[in-house]
């Protein structure tokens, strides 16, 4: 299977970020200030679930052996139940999620594409990159959702799905082959600065970057960055 080249040039370049901040100073972000109304809030993240289906799908088919496939198809399972769930709460709300989620479906599919890949390998940490720093963002700013509506979202997305049979896939990957960890390295850095573009567009501050509001982001980023580099570490590559 010969995959098409989807990278770009040139790249958003991420939001700059202040050195890490402390658990404590992180604890004080008020994510009601930051989140939009629910019903955009779960359109967006259940689009999102669905392109990480879509992607999962797309590493199963074309998956070299039958033990990544099995372990993926796991994976995309749980993709698909996070996105049917995310259904299941813009329902509740009384509103038809094709509505809700089509005005994020443009810049969401052009993220698929961006991060997909030249080859499986790419594919794989693209959505291993992706997801883990999207679902992590996503569980974080329902914190600001209603409590008991973001206490179930916080549950849907804290389901583990792909995370283990990817990395385990990578590792594996790259202890094979030696010159695969620096093509990847590079990739994973690449994917980062679109990854934030995205996770922006998900906060009310985001409307207005110069307010004192979007200063609150900042901890959001640097606690995501932090994630990304941890995810990377242990699959050996530089973040």
Same mark, same amino acid.
């Given at each position: ?6 990278? =770009?040039?040139?790249?958003? #370049?991420?939001? =700059?970020?202040?050195? /890490? ?10 994510? *009601? ?7 955009? !809030? ?9 392109? !990480? !289906? ?17 372990? +993926? ?12 769930? +995310?259904?299941? #709460?813009?329902? =509740? $709300? ?35 990159? *992706?997801?883990?720093? +999207?679902?992590?963002?996503?569980? /974080? ?12 979202? /916080?549950?849907?997305?804290? #389901? ?9 896939e990578l590792r594996d990957a790259i202890a094979a082959d030696s010159q695969l960890a620096d093509r990847l390295a590079l990739w994973g850095r690449s994917l980062?600065?679109?990854?934030? $573009? ?19 982001? #900042?901890?959001? !980023? ?18």
């Amino acid at each position: 299977m010969v995959f098409r080249t989807n990278r =770009r040039g040139l790249r958003p #370049e991420a939001p =700059r970020l202040r050195p /890490r901040v402390t658990p404590t100073e992180l604890a004080k972000v008020d994510f *009601t200030e930051l989140v939009p109304e629910p019903v955009p !809030f779960l359109g967006q993240a259940a689009y999102i679930q669905l392109e !990480f !289906f879509e992607n999962l799908a797309r590493a199963v088919a074309t998956a070299p052996t039958l033990p990544a496939k099995e372990g +993926l198809s796991a994976a995309a399972g749980v993709a698909l139940r996070k996105h049917h769930a +995310l259904i299941a #709460e813009i329902r =509740r $709300l009384g509103v038809e999620p094709d509505d809700v989620m089509a005005p994020f479906a443009p810049a969401t599919d052009r993220f698929q594409q961006i991060s997909s890949g030249a080859d499986w390998y790419e594919l794989l940490l693209g959505i291993h990159v *992706t997801a883990g720093m +999207l679902d992590g963002y996503f569980s /974080r700013l329902a914190a600001g959702l209603p409590a008991e509506l973001g206490a179930r979202v /916080r549950a849907i997305l804290d #389901e583990e799905g792909a995370s283990v049979v990817l990395e385990s896939e990578l590792r594996d990957a790259i202890a094979a082959d030696s010159q695969l960890a620096d093509r990847l390295a590079l990739w994973g850095r690449s994917l980062v600065g679109d990854t934030l $573009l995205i996770a922006r567009s998900a906060l009310r501050a985001s409307e207005a970057p110069g307010s004192a509001r979007a200063d609150q982001v #900042e901890p959001v !980023f640097t606690e995501l960055i932090a994630d990304h580099t941890r995810r990377m570490d242990a699959l050996g590559l530089t973040a």
